[in-house]
């Protein structure tokens, strides 16, 4: 076991594949985020397969999403894909009149070379209604990367922000104009908008916006910060293409990050952070029944959401040993403050720091999850079922992207999934039943 824990973060690629959820999922809660969207994925059988097994939505229930199939004459390039992409188009225009249209690409429109990007203006112009194109093909991004090429893109459709402009003046707060991204449920972020509020300071838009037709002014001398961990391309283009400020905060989940969270902000804003310290003590005290459950037990996070850095920060600051966090893809710059509040929170509490291995090769994890024998696997749902069966507790790393994690009133929900499986076990044994012989 000490070749696997260490008394420093350490870094590890082992270059395996992406074993992830499909990135073209994040149309299941983008779609009802934008409420005037509609968005259009543009691939096979199969992703309408992936789809409709993914969203689960009763086709009477009208989703605002779907699929523009491709055929055998498609890939051929037999058929004129700009006239079938117009046809559906018009047809969601007479249907639906969205503000806007989202083409989403995938794994075939990227091998077979569709050029979506050359046909969206050209298509945009004729029809009259915005289109944007994202890809969020499986090839080249983890799952909820397919978020942070959407919001990349809407970025780019942003009004520009102009400090002398009449908005700007009605809109005029005692600090710089800061716009949030990441897309939270509405509820969510009226939390985080209403915890900064009480520091002072304005949220003046989120990207995205519940409409399209309320993006946030974005340019010089607009601060920007994220609330998701895997938005790294969207903090890029923001910086890079359209001059914004980057605050570069560690992210909102469980009640020590949603504190660091403010503190980074009102420190960039030069305001003194009022309340917070009792706040999180508040918040701590009511998680005490869940923390009784998981203090001193282990956990291995396989990879697969780009949460698992949040997430195992806050696990450790409950008490749990975090022995190793595999994560697709990790950007480092924009997840600084993050790492940084990791190795923190480890020296607080006196454990050793976990290894972060990026794109984990799955077989040699599991070689290490034999030796280790972690109390609980958070772990993507093609090797639950194995785990289990070799009597390794799972959680499904899916589970947290649809929750509700961000924010100090949310951290229940965090430690409510976390501690069913290991609930499961003391109920059962309480029953009589024995776990599992852990032979993997």
Request: glycine residues 8%.
């Amino acid at each position: 076991m000490s070749t696997l824990l260490s008394e420093n973060l350490t870094f590890e690629c082992e270059t395996g594949n992406y074993h992830t959820f499909c990135p073209i999922s994040c149309v299941a809660w983008l779609y009802q985020k934008i409420e005037d969207s509609f968005f259009l994925v543009v691939g096979t059988k199969t992703c309408g397969y992936f789809l409709q097994n993914a969203l689960g939505v009763m086709i009477f229930a009208e989703p605002r999403y779907a699929m523009a199939e491709l055929e055998e004459g498609d890939i051929s390039a037999q058929l004129n894909d700009y006239k079938e992409l117009k046809r559906l188009c018009l047809q969601i225009k007479q249907d639906r009149n969205p503000s806007v249209i989202i083409w989403i690409g995938t794994c075939t429109t990227e091998i077979i070379k569709m050029d979506l990007e050359g046909m969206a203006p050209r298509l945009e112009a004729e029809i009259g209604i915005p289109i944007v194109v994202a890809r969020a093909n499986g090839l080249d991004y983890a799952f909820t990367q397919g978020e942070d090429t959407v919001l990349a893109a809407m970025a780019h459709r942003c009004p520009t922000y102009e400090s002398n402009s009449s908005k700007s003046q009605i809109l005029k707060t005692a600090h710089p104009p800061l716009v949030l991204f990441g897309s939270l449920p509405s509820t969510v972020a009226t939390q985080l908008t209403m915890e900064l509020k009480r520091q002072g300071i304005t949220v003046s838009g989120w990207l995205p916006s519940q409409r399209y037709t309320d993006l946030p002014d974005l340019g010089d001398g607009v601060y920007v910060c994220g609330v998701n961990p895997f938005l790294s391309r969207t903090a890029t283009t923001l910086m890079r293409r359209r001059k914004c400020k980057l605050i570069g905060a560690p992210f909102p989940i469980g009640p020590d990050g949603t504190r660091a969270w403010i503190e980074k902000i009102c420190e960039v804003f030069q305001l003194q952070p009022v309340g917070l310290e009792e706040r999180e003590i508040i918040i701590w005290k009511g998680l005490e029944d869940y923390l009784e459950l998981v203090r001193g037990k282990s956990v291995f996070f396989m990879g697969d959401n780009l949460l698992e850095v949040s997430l195992a920060r806050f696990l450790i600051r409950c008490g749990m040993i975090v022995y190793e966090i595999g994560i697709p893809y990790m950007d480092k710059r924009f997840q600084a403050g993050e790492i940084s509040l990791l190795e923190k929170t480890c020296r607080d509490m006196n454990v050793p720091m976990p290894r972060i291995v990026e794109k984990p090769d799955n077989y040699n994890q599991i070689q290490r999850i034999r030796e280790l024998q972690p109390d609980l696997a958070i772990t993507g749902m093609a090797h639950a079922n194995p785990l289990e069966a070799r009597g390794i507790s799972t959680k499904w790393s899916v589970e947290f992207t649809f929750a509700q994690i961000h924010g100090f009133t949310n951290s229940r929900d965090i430690l409510e999934l976390v501690t069913r499986p290991l609930r499961r076990n003391q109920s059962l044994q309480g029953l009589g039943w024995t776990k599992l012989v852990k032979t993997i």
